[in-house]
């Protein structure tokens, strides 16, 4: 990597992580950068690889989707990981899923409307192997 990353592609990338709405002309003046000079930052982090993508924040129990989980996955055995990937690749109720070291081998999170709709992923899940289940309650931050 021969670009360097300074202090001002620090605060313009902070700026972005706060309000990736913000225009180039208004980050500019509060890095003191014209808007045309933001956005050549803005690409040169793109592409370093430091911004990957932009997304909305969004409310999901607006949308019925109020039911939160989180799903430790203790695999059968090992030559079950493939199809197990596969399975959480198809589901849109998976929101995330990490391959985790230590208590079991994925943590997930879920979010579904119902309880029905949570049992039965659960009940899917059975096929890859056991699994241990919080239900969140509220998020802090």
Not at 15 to 31: P, T, Y
Not at 57 to 62: A, D, I, V
Not at 68 to 83: E, I, K, L, W
Not at 115 to 137: A, F, R, V
Request: charge should be negative.
């Amino acid at each position: 990597m021969n670009e360097t990353i300074d202090d001002t592609d620090l605060r313009i990338l902070q700026i972005l992580i706060q309000d990736a709405k913000r225009s180039h002309k208004e980050i500019g003046e509060d890095v003191h950068l014209t808007g045309q000079a933001v956005g050549a930052r803005v690409r040169k982090l793109q592409d370093l690889g430091v911004i990957e993508g932009y997304t909305v924040k969004w409310n999901p129990e607006r949308l019925g989707l109020g039911l939160q989980a989180f799903v430790t996955v203790f695999m059968n055995s090992g030559d079950r990981h493939a199809a197990f990937r596969t399975f959480i690749a198809s589901r849109e109720d998976i929101v995330e899923v990490h391959r985790i070291s230590g208590e079991g081998c994925y943590l997930m999170r879920v979010r579904t409307g119902t309880t029905e709709q949570l049992n039965q992923l659960l009940e899917e899940l059975l096929h890859y192997g056991n699994y241990k289940m919080s239900l969140s309650i509220r998020v802090e931050k």
